[in-house]
DNA sequence: CCCATAATTCATCGCATGATGAATTTCGGG
DNA sequence: CCCGAAATTCATCATGCGATGAATTATGGG
């Protein structure tokens, strides 16, 4: 059996190194991630993965494309009017990481916060394409600093349930958290001061 | 002039070092912090750190020590009583990192999300030593829930405004931010469901 | 004023990393 | 059924890392 060439078959080894590229970001974070480590995970080369991707920032750019288009969730999510906007937004948040979608999200998080071009490249796609569709449809005074103080809202729980992963936080159902939180996003948008 | 050997006078070589290492330790994390850099910065050979502080963990753990200590913060916070106690939270949370303890705990954060031996660390810290003594004081149902929420929206006001430096957020007052996020940390730790 | 000790730098080691190029094997269209 | 292209591994390079130990210089108590 030769341990070099091509292998029999056709392969998705690909995609398997997207997965696991995918879960080592998101455990670690860009910086301290490794290629290395990602082709074990995969089970296959390192040098695979510079021939599929080019590098390190290659894999990463293909593997954490952000998992949801905000051109099409905000105005869902905006459709059934303002009322409820908040449990809506909180539940929409929590089912999208807790879905396959989350791991890459975490590989995000990770990397901005340990890379200042990640989080400005962050901000200006989050200012732009969330907050900026968010804030459009907010009647009330300081439409921006109310879409960002919601925005906080959520970025916390992402952190405390999914980074730190604190109890009980991390083990609450979504629904719960929407009843939760949901009064407070939705005061935070439209509520007065 | 000698580039070796002890220097004239007595310096406060080992201040100047922490210094540099909580401000590189806070700007790119754990991980991706380099003993040479904060030598560097501090103007200093990298081999001093080591002797100093014997590794790379140990002036991180001298540099990051937690700069507020709950066991007199918290009780002097609910002192008042509980009602007003949510905007207090807020305005204390924000003056404590708009202060000179904010280095240290950027440093926190930043190497809580890239490594998962500090988020254990800081998970049990706050846990114990915070949302404790918040919950302890709570007369309502689920305090520890109440708790950990109310602290998700102090954790996702720091990620927005100092890691992420989102705008309007960054650049507010401490009162603002005081007196829009104060009702809901309040409602969090007191209202009904 | 001497000398043990502390402060500081330098040279260097071993290791892990990201990347590259050559070698080997299989696939699939003509 | 053949041969170019794709898939895969291997050997290797240069770089930057954390750490160590020796060398050098100043300090301060006796």
Redesign the interface.
């Given at each position: 059996m030769p341990r070099t060439g091509r292998r029999a078959g056709n392969s998705d080894t690909r995609q398997v190194i997207l997965e696991a590229a995918r879960a080592h970001f998101g455990?670690?974070?860009y910086?301290?991630a490794t290629v290395r480590r990602i082709g074990v995970d995969a089970g296959v080369d390192p040098a695979l993965i510079a021939h599929y991707f080019g590098s390190k920032e290659g894999v990463f750019i293909a593997a954490v494309e952000f998992p949801a288009d905000p051109a099409e969730f905000i105005p869902r999510l905006l459709a059934p009017g303002i009322e409820g906007l908040g449990e809506r937004l909180v539940r929409f948040f929590v089912e999208t990481w807790d879905s396959p979608a989350g791991s890459p999200m975490l590989a995000i998080?990770?990397s901005?916060?340990?890379?200042?071009a990640a989080?400005t490249a962050?901000?200006e796609f989050?200012?732009r394409e969330v907050?900026g569709r968010l804030a459009a449809a907010i009647d009330a005074d300081?439409p921006?600093?109310r879409a960002?103080?919601a925005?906080?809202?959520?970025?916390?729980?992402a952190?405390?349930?999914y980074?730190?992963?604190?109890?009980?936080?991390a083990s609450?159902k979504a629904q719960e958290l929407a009843?939760?939180?949901g009064?407070?996003v939705q005061?935070?948008l439209t509520g007065h001061?």
């Open positions: 455990k670690v974070g910086e301290a998080v990770r901005v916060v340990s890379s200042e989080a962050l901000r989050v200012t907050l300081q921006q600093l960002t103080l925005a906080s809202q959520l970025v916390g729980l952190m405390l349930r980074v730190v992963r604190v109890e009980p936080l609450a009843t939760w939180l009064p407070n005061r935070q001061v």
